[in-house]
DNA sequence: TATTGACTTAGAGTAAACTCCAAGTAATAT
DNA sequence: ATATTACTTGGAGTTTACTCTAAGTCAATA
């Protein structure tokens, strides 16, 4: 698969592709005899798993260090283990954060639908 | 309240208060004859608001938006009821792909929690 | 009184994650 | 054969959200 069409089922730039494989978030592609990428399903699959993770918050960095210690091997479980745990610790704080939010973005919005009614804001502890 | 007691009280440094009131995400906070902030409990009300959004991921755009909204007047119930329904679609989204990404590092540290125990990773049909 | 420390502003610098550009090579359509 | 288009690399530029620095004012303590 060309990098272009890559770019096309992902919805992601062929230029975040080359970076991506650059900084080592995605491991190497092969190449064509002349130097042109071919995307084998391996490689798909990696990407699959990067950008889920990457939509979801987690940092650059993380993914790099898990597909560096994915390419050392067998030795590496427990390195992978520990890495999987405090990425899932992280999310896990995130949507905390996104629940709080959303709670008071839902108590805001249903006192903005009652004043967009009535003409007037309702008394709040907390006025902004 | 002086600039460091609300620093130390909301874990944030006195540059980003000032950065935060400098771009209008949080109205101008009054000051003492000499020019020092004094920050009023309206003051912190806003900024508690606006830490929980940040947390969220809520982007600064956004929320400097609000808050001019909310400067203008009664006029803007709509358009604040349209931004934060706005905001609040996002952090849905947001909250998706967290599920998702949480899901699959679920199952991965299930898979290597094995691993580490008996030495070699079950097959998966993602590899990586 | 001197100096230490907190505050002020404007503006420069930084980190993360892209995104774009220039210059060149390769493949393809006319 | 030529023109167009897609690809390559290395490196520069951009955006977001801070973070730091310099130069100065003000308050409090030794």
Redesign the pocket.
């Known amino acids: 698969m060309?990098?272009?069409?890559v770019?096309e089922k992902f919805h992601?730039?062929?230029?975040?592709?080359?970076?991506?494989?650059?900084i080592g978030m995605l491991p190497p592609?092969n190449?064509?005899?002349?130097?042109?990428?071919d995307y084998t399903n391996e490689d798909l699959n990696w990407l699959e798993l990067i950008l889920c993770m990457?939509n979801a918050g987690?940092?650059?960095?993380a993914i790099i260090e898990y597909v560096k210690l994915y390419s050392m091997g067998d030795a590496t479980f427990e390195a992978r283990l520990a890495l999987l745990k405090e990425q899932r610790e992280k999310l896990l704080c995130q949507q905390a954060q996104i629940i709080k939010a959303l709670d008071r973005l839902s108590y805001k919005i249903s006192r903005y639908e009652v004043a967009v009614k009535t003409g007037s804001l309702s008394w709040d502890n907390e006025k902004c």
Chains 1, 2 share one sequence.
């Open positions: 060309t990098i272009k069409e770019s992601i730039s062929s230029d975040t592709l080359r970076y991506y494989e650059r592609v190449r064509t005899d002349s130097g042109i990428r990457r987690l940092q650059i960095e």
